[in-house]
């Protein structure tokens, strides 16, 4: 069974440093990208970025291009979101996806809440 | 980047209802259209891909047509556990960028 289990919830002040992670399992974890959604409060899904694991090869929106770095760990089959400055606009849900090439993204995490205020 | 502008942002309609809900892109695409339901304060859930493949477990009252720049998905039969805001995306080039977002309520 393919299941994708993202770490909990994170509290964090303005200007501090976040990694969140999300890790695969139930298939070849490399074969496959993984990318990121977020969702800020009463809001729509913004699509953050994407890995391939096998290759490290990473594609970020414009939008948080320079805001966030997407990594992974083959070793683990973990992939990671980070900040190195958080902000209060990064609060929001944060979501993890299988991406098919054909099928899309059709495996979701259940998600990290990132809360971030002083 | 491809937008994907959704309608309605809402509705609300009967049980056994058929409802619509049309998603139109910028600039012709691929068939690469998903389509996800998200319950409230649930992880979205993947139910359409290619524009018109259902997901393995989707209920059949669910379907999804289109191609170019305009896509639907179709509940042919609305059920209270259908009650969930939905969203289209398109994934032929990054960013994928989704839709806004459909609200459906039972009335």
């Known amino acids: 069974e393919v299941q994708l289990v993202q770490s909990g919830a994170e509290v964090q002040k303005p200007g501090e440093s976040l990694n969140i992670s999300c890790r695969g399992s139930g298939y070849s974890f490399t074969n496959y990208w993984i990318g990121w959604v977020r969702q800020q409060p009463g809001k729509g899904l913004e699509w953050v970025g994407v890995?391939?694991?096998?290759?490290?090869?990473?594609r970020y929106s414009p939008s948080f291009q320079g805001q966030v770095t997407i990594s992974a760990d083959k070793s683990t089959s973990t992939a990671y979101l980070q900040w190195s400055s958080l902000k209060a606009s990064d609060t929001g849900m944060y979501y993890c996806?299988?991406?098919?090439?054909?099928?899309?993204?059709?495996?979701w995490g259940q998600g990290t809440l990132v809360t971030v205020s002083s | 980047d491809i937008q994907m502008t959704q309608s309605p942002s809402s509705l609300s309609a009967s049980v056994g209802d058929r409802v619509t809900i049309t998603c139109r892109a910028s600039q012709a695409i691929t068939n690469y259209v998903a389509w996800f339901q998200q319950r409230p304060g649930k992880a979205p859930k993947s139910l359409i891909f290619?524009?018109?493949s259902l997901l393995d477990g989707v209920p059949s009252r669910f379907s999804g047509s289109g191609s170019g720049t305009d896509f639907t998905l179709t509940i042919s039969s609305l059920q209270p556990d259908d009650v969930a805001t939905y969203y289209c995306q398109q994934y032929n080039t990054y960013p994928g960028t989704f839709g806004q977002g459909t609200k459906v309520e039972i009335k």
């Open positions: 290619a524009a018109s």
């Open positions: 996806a299988r991406r098919d090439g054909y099928k899309g993204q059709d495996y």
């Open positions: 890995i391939y694991p096998g290759d490290s090869d990473i």
